[in-house]
C-alpha cells in the first residue's frame, strides 16, 4: 500500500500567528498613542496651571477690593455697601466696575463694602446706609456723596468724572497754613 501525503494543516498555524501579531504593537500605533497621551497631559497641566494662575489673582483682586483701610489714603475712593445676594447689587457692582474702566486705579479706587462681614456692616451703620448703595470719599476719608439704588455706567462716569475734578488729588483739600 501505497502511503498517502499528509496534509500539513495551516490553517492551524495561522491563529497563532494571529496571536503572536497581536501581541506586537505596530510601532506607528503606539507611538501615536503616546504623542496624543503627551499633548493630552501638556494640555491639562496648563489649564490646571493656568487656571490656578487667574484664581490666585482674582482672588487677591477681590482681597484687595475688600480692603477698607483703603479709605482715606490720599485717592478718591468709591465704596459700594454691597450685599453678595442681592442681585440688585451684583448689577450695581457690574455698572461701577464698568464706569471705572474709564479711570485709572491710582486717580479713583474702588472697594467694596461687603455688609455680611462686620467691617462692612458696621461702615453701613456708621454712614446710615444700606446694600446698593455707592459712597464717594474724598482722599482723606471724608465723605462726599452718597448715591442709592441701581445706576448706569454712563452716569456713574459723569458722577465720577466731577467727583475727581472736586477731590482729585491735590484738590479738595483744605490749605494748611
Known amino acids: 500500500m501505497k502511503r498517502k501525503k499528509r496534509k500539513t494543516k495551516s490553517t492551524a498555524r495561522q491563529p497563532r500567528q494571529d496571536v ?8 506607528r500605533a503606539s ?10 497631559l501638556a494640555l491639562a ?21 475688600q480692603d477698607l483701610t483703603r479709605i482715606g489714603n490720599g485717592t478718591p475712593t468709591i465704596v459700594q455697601i454691597h450685599d453678595p445676594r442681592c442681585s440688585l447689587c451684583v448689577a450695581l457692582q457690574r455698572e461701577t466696575r464698568d464706569a471705572l474702566c474709564d479711570f485709572d486705579d ?10 455680611r ?6 461702615l453701613a451703620r456708621r454712614h446710615g446706609v444700606r446694600h446698593v ?5 474724598d482722599g482723606d476719608g471724608r465723605r462726599r456723596l452718597v448715591m442709592t439704588g441701581p445706576q448706569r455706567s454712563e452716569d456713574l462716569r459723569g458722577v465720577f468724572r466731577r467727583h475727581l475734578s472736586r477731590y482729585g488729588k491735590g484738590r479738595g483739600q483744605q490749605p494748611t497754613s
Open 133 to 137: 448703595t455707592l459712597l464717594l470719599f
Open 117 to 122: 462681614s462686620d467691617e462692612g456692616a458696621q
Open 106 to 115: 491710582a486717580e479713583l479706587q474702588f472697594v467694596i463694602a461687603n455688609i
Open 31 to 40: 507611538r501615536r498613542a503616546f504623542l496624543a497621551k503627551s499633548r493630552n
Open 45 to 65: 497641566t496648563l489649564a490646571v496651571g493656568g487656571g490656578g494662575w487667574f484664581a490666585v489673582r482674582e482672588v487677591r483682586a477681590m482681597m484687595r477690593e
Open 20 to 27: 503572536q501579531a497581536a501581541q506586537v504593537p505596530d510601532r
